[in-house]
């Protein structure tokens, strides 16, 4: 959840400034800081809040079903990470093309989401590695 309003990737032009950019023009000024709400809108709401559900059922419940589910969960936030997050982070996209001395800068919530994601998997994995009798 919070990785839905942490900054995900951002681009920086003049010293961190983005009123350069709000400036010129607002329509590129509002991709200077994307947060993971405006990278994937409510999706991984809904993911955070089946993985708090199904680490309930895993850890509370004894639930093997619920531990592989939890894992899948984990899992699909990985992957959506590094498949579109991490290329973006990289990019200066149409901010770029106008200046020439953007940079892209990757932010926490970057990292938070994948931190997420492994942690996830592991819960899973630790409830299945270690069931109760």
Known sequence: ????????????VADGSCEVIYD???????RCVLSGFERHGPAFA????????????????????AALALMAIGLVGVVVTLATD???????????????NAKAVRGPGL???L????????????RLVNPRE
Request: net charge neutral.
């Open 1 to 12: 959840m919070a990785t839905l309003f942490t900054t995900i990737t951002s681009v920086d």
């Open 24 to 30: 010129s023009n607002t329509r590129l000024g509002d």
């Open 46 to 65: 809904l993911l955070g809040v089946l993985a708090v559900v199904m680490a309930v059922g895993a850890g509370l419940g004894g639930s093997r079903p």
């Open 86 to 100: 991490l290329k973006a982070s990289g990019e200066t996209g149409a901010i770029g093309r106008f200046y020439g």
């Open 111 to 113: 990292y938070l989401e």
């Open 115 to 126: 931190l997420a994601g492994a942690l996830a998997v592991a819960a899973g994995l630790v």
